[in-house]
């Protein structure tokens, strides 16, 4: 299978609380990119990140990327209740190939 | 802003029924996209389209086909549904411009859930 794995499955933290998600993909990229899907919605885009650079930032996002290791981390800092919700990476070469996806929960 | 609509958010077919899932965009994007999504397995591209009248297999096309007549419409078909194609399908869109960019981020349709008995 191409699909990438994302670690762990599910994360449940307390508001103000950081959350780490880990991305892992199998073949070269040209970018990574990392969404957000509500409970029952489609995915929307948070960030993405070429393959020849290493940190990024948006907001209270920021997203690594270590290519000799093949992967990838977001980090949402001070979460909220709101940020409630499965996150995604998505390896881009030819084609994107989504992770198996983060469920994180935050509790008020 | 992109606008992918899904034109039914939940569908209850039964086993044999041809099924129609369709997906609209406005804002004249080259490429479309059906995905399917399934716990534990992520997404999953079944067909893509860059232009009207083209189209691709993805990495699960079996059990589907597609069709795209005009630039804004991509509909994805079930000849012949079975329970295994219950699922939440997912229609993306990019423009052309983002593959050349490098940038082929996709914009989503709010996702079809079928239940196929």
């Known amino acids: 299978s191409q699909q990438g794995e994302e670690d762990p499955q599910a994360l449940s933290i307390q508001e103000g609380e950081n959350a780490t998600m880990n991305c892992s993909y199998k073949?070269?990229?040209?970018?990574l990119q990392w969404y957000r899907q509500n409970s029952g919605r489609g995915l929307v885009h948070l960030i993405l990140?070429?393959?020849?650079?290493r940190e990024k930032h948006s907001g209270r996002l920021r997203v690594t990327l270590d290519t000799s290791k093949k992967s990838s981390s977001l980090l949402i800092t001070a979460s909220r209740a709101a940020d409630t919700a499965s996150y995604f990476c998505?390896?881009?070469?030819?084609?994107?190939?989504f992770g198996t996806g983060t469920r994180l929960l935050v509790s008020p | 802003d992109v606008k992918v609509t899904q034109s039914s958010r939940y569908l209850v077919k039964r086993t044999g029924e041809k099924v129609f899932l369709e997906c609209v965009q406005d804002?004249?994007?080259?490429?479309m996209f059906w995905y399917r999504q399934d716990p534990g397995l992520g997404l999953r591209l079944i067909y893509f389209?860059?232009?009207?009248?083209?189209?691709e297999k993805g990495d699960i096309p079996e059990g589907y086909s597609v069709s795209r007549e005009k630039k804004e419409r991509f509909s994805l078909i079930l000849e012949s549904a079975s329970t295994n194609q219950t699922s939440m399908y997912l229609c993306?869109?990019?423009?052309?411009?983002?593959?050349?960019?490098?940038?082929?981020?996709?914009?989503f349709g709010a996702g079809s859930r079928l239940t196929v008995l």
């Open positions: 998505a390896s881009t070469f030819q084609k994107l190939v």
């Open positions: 073949t070269s990229i040209n970018n």
């Open positions: 990140i070429r393959s020849n650079e």
């Open positions: 804002m004249d994007h080259e490429n």
């Open positions: 389209s860059y232009d009207v009248k083209m189209k």
């Open positions: 993306a869109t990019y423009p052309y411009s983002y593959r050349v960019s490098g940038a082929n981020v996709l914009t």
